[in-house]
């Protein structure tokens, strides 16, 4: 009986929610024709997707990663579907005076910025811990740190454009998996410090908006290498997560979800710990 209570209002709470989540903000694509973007990690994976969003709208786009001949090609195709303006800036986000460099540029480029999305993620292996801590310091620079310095750099440029700086997390800034230790906790640090500048604007009734995006899995090239062999969970498609990481940005949601799995994950995550793990250890081999 007991059970039956227990599970019928995990029921009901579900269904609100669920109404909750069908009546978000509408979204005008419209208002992004001219918008001018940063985006980082936008050789490939969702930051290319996000990049083709964007250029479809008409927008003023500057993409950055690492690899020179990739972007160009990002940028190419860009133009051809619309884009107002395209232009990339290689960089690496491990050099630490590179990402205030990468915003400078963005910014002369276009006269200025509305949106500034950071995207990009440095490789780390899929594999249980092994002690290599140069590693993390590593992944830290380049996954949180660098994008602290671009923030801080954009914000005096987005207070005059009231504009919003979107930043790409994942379930596993809020949930604890195997096999991800360094990029778990570079998620987990995002969340963390992007929450607390979130209040700061806020106090400071600062004209910046901050979106954090909680992302699932995701059918890119580099995380369906990853995880093949490793687990079955399904992938959801990369130019579906880049809209609403768009969406999330331009209807100034604090936090967004996508898939919707994400959202029900990170409520309910910590009703259940002990059922949690079993089923997150289920869902991975130890050996693929
Ligand atoms: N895919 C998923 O399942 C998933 C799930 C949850 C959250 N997310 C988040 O979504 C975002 C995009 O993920 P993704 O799967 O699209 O990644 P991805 O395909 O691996 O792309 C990563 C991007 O970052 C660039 N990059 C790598 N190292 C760099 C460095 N040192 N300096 C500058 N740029 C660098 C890469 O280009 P270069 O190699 O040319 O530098 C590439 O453009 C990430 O923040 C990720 O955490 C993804
Ligand atoms: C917000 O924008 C207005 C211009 O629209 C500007 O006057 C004001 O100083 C900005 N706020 C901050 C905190 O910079
Ligand atoms: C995934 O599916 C394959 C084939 O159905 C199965 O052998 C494997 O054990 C599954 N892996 C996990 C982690 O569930």
Known sequence: ????????????????????HMSEPTFNIESLKGARVLVTGASTGIGEQIAYHLAKAGAQIVITARRSNVLEQVVQKCMAMGAQKAAYIPADMSVASDPEKVVKFAEEHLGGLDYLVLNHIGPSPFAMWDGDAEHTRWLMQVNFLSYLQMAWKAIPTLEQSKGSIIVVSSLLGKMCTPFVGPYTAT??????????????????????????CILGLIDTDS???????????????????AWQIIKAGVTRQPEAFYPWYTYYTSLIKDWFPSYRNMVIQALYNYEP
């Open 223 to 241: 995380a369906m290498e990853k995880v093949r062999g490793y687990t079955n969970m399904t992938a959801y498609p990369a130019s579906e997560a």
């Open 187 to 212: 998620k987990f640090a995002l969340n963390g410090f992007f929450g607390t500048m979130q209040h700061e604007l806020a106090m400071k009734k600062s004209n910046v908006t901050v979106s954090i």
């Open 1 to 20: 009986m007991r059970l039956f209570f227990k599970l019928f209002a995990l029921g009901s709470i579900a269904a609100a929610l669920l109404a909750l």
